[in-house]
């Protein structure tokens, strides 16, 4: 499964998804005008991230299913 190229994209995609949301907490337990400035922003970032994760998975599922 490691040599299929999709199954790489998709890992990436959810590691992403990851970093966003890690990166998300973070800014909101950091406060302050950081948080302010960028909280909402980086939290449609996670959605985008999560809806493209979403979809490469159901691909994955769906081409790979037997």
Do not use: H, T
């Not at 994209?9 to 990851?18: E, K, N």
């Not at 985008?48 to 769906?62: D, G, N, T």
């Amino acid at each position: 499964m490691l040599q299929d190229p999709l199954f790489i994209v998709v890992a990436i995609a959810c590691l992403a998804v990851v970093a966003i949301l890690f990166f998300g907490i973070g800014s909101f337990a950091k406060g302050g005008e950081f948080n302010k400035k960028y909280a909402n922003r980086a939290m449609r970032w996670r959605i985008i991230a999560q809806f493209v994760a979403v979809m490469l998975i159901l691909l994955f599922v769906w081409l790979r299913g037997e």
